[in-house]
């Protein structure tokens, strides 16, 4: 029997993605990044500890390395499923990697963003507030002393201090970074903004060893003071660490999304209604 010419009609053709020029930076910069067009394949997230190294303990014993490693799956579960970009985890269960090797990772696997994600810590209990940092030198004496509890770690030698200043200075990517993290900073504390004095700690440079190197733009986030023990208590509630990496979701969006979108997000956005598909890269 023969068929219908109705039958046999193509599908409509799925009107093209429309191509976006990339925004400036939020100081009003168009970098060499921006201005070439270049786009984000590939992320890198990096769970802060691991092993023997539990990081910040809490008040009442809530560790440091298991909050961090929780909300990044959750963030590459999001990342991956709504956006169809590919995620690379430096640490997937309890194990212990030197800071030089998270980096390194990222490097080897060509990514196009860094993010290390950790609890802060204080000597006062009363300590609360979130915030972000890229590479950079600096003096802020707070700073210093957020960077010396990440560094501790790292096997690097004092004969190495001319040469990890010179990677510092010289890096290429701390325009971007700084943006990134403006972007990220921005929407976590929105986001996440409760009772109880939570401050917006904002943006901040910092000479972070698990930064050095990287060839893409990098960030470090310290999501909540872990010490505090309201915050703690927050930490350890699953749908707390998930409003934590929606959050930082959003925040890699936003970043994303100002730089012209992701090359892996072409077929998923024909996927998502203009609602959903709104709150994506």
Do not use: C, W
């Amino acid at each position: 029997v023969a068929e219908t010419s109705e039958s046999v009609k193509s599908p409509p053709a799925q009107p093209p993605t429309p191509i976006k020029t990339a925004a400036p930076t939020e100081a009003g910069a168009r970098t060499l990044t921006r201005a070439l067009g270049l786009k984000i394949a590939r992320i890198v997230i990096d769970p802060g500890h691991g092993g023997h190294d539990t990081g910040t303990i809490g008040p009442t014993g809530l560790k440091e390395k298991d909050v961090v490693l929780d909300v990044a799956v959750k963030l590459k579960t999001l990342i991956e499923e709504k956006a169809g970009a590919e995620v690379v985890m430096t640490r997937t269960d309890d194990t212990f990697i030197p800071l030089e090797e998270r980096t390194a990772i990222a490097n080897e696997k060509a990514a196009d963003l860094f993010i290390s994600i950790h609890a802060n810590a204080s000597r006062s209990r009363g300590a609360r507030g979130i915030e972000t940092y890229y590479l950079n030198l600096t003096s802020n004496p707070e700073a210093l002393e957020v960077a010396a509890r990440e560094n501790a770690t790292t096997q690097e030698s004092v004969h190495e201090l001319q040469n990890l200043i010179q990677k510092i200075a010289m890096t290429e990517k701390v325009e971007e970074s700084q943006d990134f993290a403006t972007v990220v900073q921005r929407e976590i504390y929105t986001r996440l903004k409760t009772g109880r004095n939570q401050r917006n700690r904002g943006v901040k440079k910092a000479p972070f060893v698990v930064l050095i190197g990287a060839n893409m733009p990098s960030i470090l986030t310290e999501i909540s003071f872990l010490t505090n023990p309201y915050d703690e208590r927050l930490l350890k509630r699953s749908d707390y660490r998930e409003k934590i990496a929606d959050a930082l979701y959003r925040g890699i969006a936003r970043y994303v999304d100002k730089l012209g979108g992701v090359r892996a997000m072409q077929q998923a956005s024909t996927r998502e209604s203009p609602a959903a598909s709104a709150s994506n890269f």
